[in-house]
């Protein structure tokens, strides 16, 4: 307990206290920079994490450190990943509902790898049984099979995504991992054909080349040297020292076991992966006539094996486009030019529509098979390529920029609007903070008719010659005017001089950006020849079959052009965020040379302005630090004051100020709203959690069931939850006490009551005092890891093993879910007192309503072998035997409402009582 407070209050408050008095920029940044030097890589702004890639592993990733965080809250502890990854996860499980965790920053700031991190979190963490197993073993694994098709060597990350990634996570309602769902966005295919100098194509090619065995690569016709592949070395730079192709190939090729994939899947996969190293080294050459000829026909004979397509055909459709004119069709040969625009156009339509067919398959391995389909949630995780402002921006830098203007946009709307909304909203006196709002950017980008994603559009689809210089000056006619745009021809003389002909810049909210619109058209139109497309359609390899279909041939109607599909998806992807509670993740990049322990102040400074920070910082410090609906802050901390305590009947509103009152909180620390409560100060919060800390230990030294948390309604689901299971428990000795119950609960309610039974263990858990976590115990064999556990939780251990013992005799093999329950301890919430008269077996105290006026009365409700009993004081109210209960339903709210049925003819007087209902309605 001291260990734990004095942890907090050594870092995680100092955290906040840091942060809280640095209002100016050089401030902030000392700040960071101080705790950089120290290897502190993570901050808080507010419950936002600021992540500063630290470029070298540092001992803050362990399986240790991912315990230390497990079930914490997310201020007690030094800030984290792992905090902000468990926060999200506790919350979900406790409130059932979704969430994303957004992970943004630039190229190589680390947030692939921050995206990593809490998948293992979730893999080290969260409960698990044999047959999920499997299911966390892929969600890990899909990561690197990803990563290999995906990622590539770019001149700012050795380890770039090139392409957008949001993982859902699924957990069933013990918060168990149960599958998941992969989206992937627009992968730069243009980087197939083409690499700038200093990069590399993607990460497949090269491991294959290092680690694929010699017969793999015989019978794919390649040689183990990348020099040998035109599409390989246009960067000049096969060979990366921070990069293990051979050692990365391994783990790709074990991770395809994993995820399900056939033998033949991968034969046909890597039939494609060496066709396309194939293709880029065909050339061609001019005949008589000016036509386009194959120079050297082994190239081809090796595509046309592996991908299974006739040759002479595959011949053909490389050299001649097949034109449609009136009923017929006719063979245009191409020059040299047009032919090598097409070897390069197929082997970018190969290697996307293989990426995607790859994301579908994983997809289908992650697919939840095991988990109930009730009760499903889900833990976003977005991972997608960062800003990035290159020596000449493309098509590509203009859909990864653009995806960037976007979730800012999500960022702002969610937090720094939201924030400063809700005040407004909840009647609180605020004075605004300005901040940027990039949503100007993002409608020059895609407003309808008006933005230049539509000006893209029209000048690829309308008739005519249209061309990249078009594009641009229908540009400077349309935006021409506005303040985030420039060409040559608008700017002034100064910036004239930076910018081309054939460019025009975009000022962004991570900076300015110029874009050569050289390609844009093409890039944006994205066709491949008509016969080019019969030639893969027809293929025998059936990845490419599946990857292009013989109805696309029939559809006459000229497909969405990238730019549009590519803002429809992430029109899809904002939605999916915003039904989802957000998490924030702020990755920084300390240096360009990836060089570890290097704080290059111009460059964070950079960032630090660009990504809002220092607003963020000054919403926080001028708001509040904390806000919680009045009901759930009186949830957690009413045991701290006797008028809330256990109960409080009145209004949350009224409750939250008659507790605050008895704390003593200060009028200049909270204000309070019109459904929250708002705790300006970090500390004040600290101080009422440390009081709660204290009060818990305190209670959980006091008999367990009638001071603790008597508002735990999961106590008489537990208690239900064993009657659906026809069983009870007698003082540590097992009866089956419901045995004669004729009619077992139906299904729904056997998964509420389960659940309810395990969110009560976790409640258990979570309420222990921190002392009794104690690490210092050994680690056990996993055979014993159930006997750990009630030592961790200071349970009474032979006591509990002889239950277990006597429980595994009673039920093992013989009650449905018996197994899964043993690595939960049992709980000691028994009535000694009662035992005797009653000889009960189960005591939680209730609140009954009556039915006439549904007037609410504390009672304690004791189960005992053969009846249940409603207790006023130490007076039985009413009485009601098993053998005549009529049923049991629950409510599908989180209400814990519960009422017991009782036949109309079974009425009883019991006591002083008259007034038997026909059902109790208890909460
Ligand atoms: N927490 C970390 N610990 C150690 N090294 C890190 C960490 N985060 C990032 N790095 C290093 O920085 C490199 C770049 O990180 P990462 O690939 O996650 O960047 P990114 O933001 O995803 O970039 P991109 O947008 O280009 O994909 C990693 O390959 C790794 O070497």
Redesign the pocket.
Known sequence: MEGALIARDKVGVQDFVLLDSHTSEAAFLNNLRKRYQENL?YTYIGSLLV?V??????DIYTVTQMQLYRGVNFFELPPHLYAIADNAYRVMCNEYNNHFILIS??????????SK?ILQYYAVTCPTTEQLQTVRDRLLLSNPVLEAFG?AK?L??????RFGKYMDIQFDFKGAPVGGHILSYLIEKSRVVHQNHGERNFHIFYQLLEGGDKDLLCWLGLERNPQKYTYLIQGRCAKVF?INDKNDWKIVRKAFSIIDFTEKDIEHLFGIVASVLHLGNIQFEEDSNGHAIIRDGTQIKWISKLLGAHLSILQEALTHRKIEARSEEVLSPLNVDLAFYARDAVAKAIYGRTFTWLVNKINGSLANKVGFLSGKTVIGLL?I??FEVLDTNSFEQFCINYCNEKLQQLLIEMTLKAEQEEYELEGIEWEPIPYFNNKIICDLVEQKHKGIISILDEECLRPGEATDLSFLEKLEEKVGDHAHFVTRKLADQKTRKSIDWVDFRLLHYAGEVTYCAVGFLEKNNDLLYRNLKEVLCNSKNSIMRDCFLLSELDNRRRPETVATQFKNSLTSLIEILMSKEPSYIR?IKPNEN?EPGKFDDFLIRHQVKYLGLMEHLRVRRAGFAYRRKYELFLQRYKSLCPATWPHWHGPAAEGVERLIKHIGYKPEEYKLGRTKIFIRFPKTLFATEDAFEYRKHLLSKAPVPLVWDRGAWGSLFLALAWMGLEATWDGGRFINGFINRKKPLCPENRDFVRLSQYYYLMKLRDHLPKNVLDESWLQPPSILEEVREFQCKGLSFSHQLQQKVVTSAVFSGKKEGYLESLGQPFLETRLSEFSKPLEASYVTPVIKYDRNGFKARERLLVLTQSSAYVVEMAKIKQKIEYSTLKGISTSNLSDGIVVIHVPEDNKQKVGNWDTAPVSWCLK
């Open positions: 890589i992540s890639n630290p470029y070298q592993e540092l920053g630039e190229s190589g700031a680390g947030k692939t790898e921050a991190k990622n770019t700012r990350n050795d380890n770039s995504s921070s991972d390529y960062g990755c990836k």
